[in-house]
């Protein structure tokens, strides 16, 4: 409870426990002359830049509708003065078929970005708003407050408060959502790159009236050999703890890379509330049961690139709960660049479940235009 205590007066007293992130930042970004000034704010809008995707996405499943979708994001991005700038993006969705009315789809549209930034050289940055997060337990679009400070050598450190998570893909689109209730998320992340060839990431997630969870990631490369060793547990505050364990070993040669891996969750809650806001963890594209009550998954992977096709395989078996059921695996993807900013990818997977009415085989393919 200390170490919660001093997590939350800390950055309650930095970052602004706000339910309207994205409204203050959207204010601030368009309000010119209560925060830069009239010459001011020209001079960053003219220094803007525009950037988006279009995206054609259609996927076939032996146990859901076909789902065949255009989808477009659109960003603007202003000049810097004096440190600050500020974002809007949106993400727009169209399903071509009536059967395309799926669940994944909350909406048709999206404001997923609306943030403000300061960033101060040689020092780091605080970004607060909408925006997308990508951290060990908390991904996709936050609503949030997050400091990345660069001061220290070789260290890199995160402290964040988000209260709300959306998703904008061209699978699925949800709406901004509370993700604890009122009380939101703290995360304190650290990675430090001293030691040549490792990286060492201990963080702190606090979730009031949920649960705090810790961890620590080690990553280590070198020229032909990699090695991964990853542990994270939590304290609830209501029902059993959890915990997940991950090691990986991973090679190239010859221009394959390889890797093989184990995942293990605790026997009486898996990883609990671990995964709640997001997760980076998972080598399986559904990966149904690998955070499941005692699930342990072994998986291998396998890639090479032949005539600028960049060919994956990734397979794996989860067995899980009690009773040892046992899920299996199999993805296989293929993506090109066609021109710098045109590219088209594949995707096959055939998912062997503990029930047979639970087998699956899928497909995907995109094509993706960025710029």
């Known amino acids: 409870m200390n170490v919660k205590k001093s997590i939350k007066s800390g950055m309650i007293k930095e970052i602004t426990k ?4 994205s409204l203050i930042a959207s204010g601030l970004i368009l ?3 209560l925060v830069f000034g009239a010459d ?4 960053a809008f003219k220094d803007g830049k525009v950037s988006g995707s279009l995206i054609g996405y259609s996927s076939v499943s032996e146990n859901a509708d076909t789902l065949s979708t255009g989808n477009i994001g659109l960003a603007y991005k202003t000049g810097s003065y004096n440190g600050f700038s500020g974002k809007v993006g949106f993400f727009g969705s169209h399903a071509f078929e009536e059967d395309d009315a799926n669940s994944s789809f909350e909406k048709n549209a999206i404001m997923s970005e609306a943030n403000l930034t300061y960033t101060l050289d040689n020092f780091g940055s605080l970004t607060v708003g909408r925006q997308a ?35 904008a893909a061209k699978d699925e689109i949800t709406d901004f959502y509370d993700i604890n209730g009122s009380n939101g998320a703290y995360v304190a992340d650290v990675k430090y790159t001293g030691l040549k060839g490792f990286e060492f990431n201990p963080y702190f997630y606090s979730a009031p009236d949920l649960a705090n969870f810790y961890g620590l990631k080690t990553t280590y490369s070198a020229d032909m050999f990699g090695a991964v060793a990853h542990y994270a547990a939590s304290s609830e505050d209501v029902g059993s703890d959890g915990s997940v364990g991950h090691m990986e070993l991973n090679t190239v040669i010859s221009g394959v890379s390889a890797a093989v891996g184990y995942i293990k969750t605790d026997k ?5 509330s671990i995964s709640k806001f997001g997760d980076s963890l998972s080598p399986l594209d559904s990966g149904n049961f690998v955070f499941s009550t005692d699930a342990k998954t072994a998986y291998g992977k396998l890639g090479y690139t032949i005539a600028n096709v960049d060919l994956g395989a990734v397979y794996g078996q989860t067995s899980y709960s009690a009773d040892d059921y046992k899920e ?14 045109l590219s088209t990818s594949l995707l096959y997977a055939n998912i062997d479940a503990q029930s047979n009415v639970d087998d699956n085989n899928y497909g995907s393919i995109t094509v993706e235009y960025t710029f």
């Open 328 to 341: 299996k695996e199999l993805n296989l993807t293929a993506s090109y660049a066609i021109t710098k900013s």
């Open 268 to 272: 009486d809650a898996g990883v609990a």
């Open 18 to 21: 706000s339910k309207k992130l």
């Open 133 to 167: 997060v990508s951290l060990e337990w908390m991904g996709d679009y936050q609503e949030a407050a997050l400091a990345t400070i660069t001061a220290i050598p070789d260290t890199t450190i995160v402290l964040a408060f988000s209260d709300k998570k959306g998703v």
């Open 40 to 43: 001011t704010i020209d001079a």
């Open 31 to 33: 309000s010119s002359s």
